[in-house]
């Protein structure tokens, strides 16, 4: 069992900056996979941007690519996602999720444990 908690979301103007982590507890961190996703009011949760468990291999959504970069640091059981250059179609909340499955990893069936999110709003 995995328990993970997101923090760092907050609202941005068009343009800015976040950077999102997500600790995790409960099991060795640098044996799993770990992921973002993101739903947008009124819409699925889809998937953002996944590292496996060394760091080694990042997989990202196309909508994200150039400007999120996803990283891990075994040390202190986190993940983070920093996202630059945010649009208000990157608005909704952003889970964090744990993979015990081997990647690359690109929808929710790869991944067994969630966060309960934390919300990122993109004003224009």
């Known amino acids: 069992q995995v328990q993970l908690v997101e923090s760092g979301g907050g609202v941005v103007e068009a343009g800015g900056s976040l950077k999102l982590s997500c600790a995790a507890s409960?099991?060795?961190?640098?044996?799993?996979?770990t992921g973002w996703f993101r739903q947008a009011p009124g819409k699925e949760r889809e998937f953002v941007s996944a590292?496996?468990?060394?760091?080694?291999?990042?997989y990202y959504a196309d909508s994200v690519k150039g400007r999120f970069t996803i990283s891990r640091d075994n040390a202190v059981n986190t993940v983070y996602l920093q996202m630059n250059n945010l649009k208000p179609e990157d608005t909704g909340i952003y889970y964090c999720?744990?993979?015990?499955?081997?990647?690359?990893?690109?929808?929710?069936?790869?991944?067994?444990?969630w966060g309960q999110g934390t919300q990122v709003t993109v004003s224009s």
């Open positions: 409960g099991r060795k961190f640098s044996s799993f996979g």
């Open positions: 999720a744990a993979a015990f499955v081997v990647g690359p990893y690109d929808s929710e069936k790869d991944f067994g444990s």
């Open positions: 590292i496996s468990w060394t760091g080694a291999n990042t």
